[in-house]
T-cell receptor
Framework: QKEVEQNSGPLSVPEGAIASLNCTYS??????FFWYRQYSGKSPELIMF????GDKEDGRFTAQLNKASQYVSLLIRDSQPSDSATYLC????????????FGAGTRLAVHP | SAVISQKPSRDICQRGTSLTIQCQVDSQVTMMFWYRQQPGQSLTLIATANQGSEATYESGFVIDKFPISRPNLTFSTLTVSNMSPEDSSIYLC?????????????FGQGTRLTVV
């Protein structure tokens, strides 16, 4: 079992729709969860982080965390073609050591 | 977030040679991280570099192949030694954020390495 799992996609949504990206993780002791956006040929860019169960909203983005289910998701409202990218879920490894384990990423395609 | 500069941004190297990648941060940081992203894959942590001590390598990565230096709190280098085509990847330097959480990672622009 991979430590962080994501559906590779592509996830195709029409412009203006809600894109829902999902991620599960295996380390029950993980405390910090991150979503990165990576455009082709570019380095990852942090867009959201969440530490507590529940929802966290930032503009068009909402991160959702359920530690009991070991599940974290990212919702993108009013999706735009510029949101088309690969979205990487990252989870901090437990044990007080600040290093991240990345999922394989979900490719999102927003079509006009 | 810190400003992270990596160089070179890309290189094409002959197999059997070595390449040293530099990472410069505009503020002092305790830990610096080196990741590899192979074509079409996600990021894999190579090692963590702390100033004043030897780097800590992840499973599957060894110092002889990926020696790391960390001479001060703003600079690190990663060397890819005795390269083979399988080393063709993007190599990324990363530091942690300076905010309250201090756990989010920020990345340099990466070094795209092609080994021929």
């Amino acid at each position: 079992q991979k430590e962080v799992e994501q559906n590779s996609g592509p996830l195709s949504v029409p412009e203006g729709a809600i894109a829902s990206l999902n991620c599960t993780y295996s380390d029950r002791g993980s405390q910090s969860f991150f979503w990165y956006r990576q455009y082709s040929g570019k380095s990852p860019e942090l867009i959201m982080f969440i530490y507590s169960n529940g929802d966290k909203e930032d503009g068009r983005f909402t991160a959702q965390l359920n530690k009991a289910s070991q599940y974290v998701s990212l919702l993108i409202r009013d999706s735009q073609p510029s949101d088309s990218a690969t979205y990487l879920c990252a989870v901090s490894r437990s044990g007080g050591y600040n290093k991240l384990i990345f999922g394989a990423g979900t490719r999102l395609a927003v079509h006009p | 977030s810190a400003v992270i500069s990596q160089k070179p941004s890309r290189d094409i190297c002959q197999r059997g040679t070595s390449l040293t990648i530099q990472c410069q941060v505009d503020s002092q940081v305790t830990m610096m991280f080196w990741y590899r992203q192979q074509p079409g894959q996600s990021l894999t942590l190579i090692a963590t570099a702390n100033q004043g001590s030897e780097a800590t390598y992840e499973s599957g990565f060894v110092i002889d192949k990926f020696p790391i230096s960390r001479p001060n709190l703003t600079f690190s280098t990663l060397t890819v030694s005795n390269m083979s085509p399988e080393d063709s990847s993007i190599y990324l330097c990363s530091v942690l954020g300076q905010g309250a959480g201090n756990t989010e990672a920020f990345f340099g622009q990466g070094t795209r390495l092609t080994v021929v």
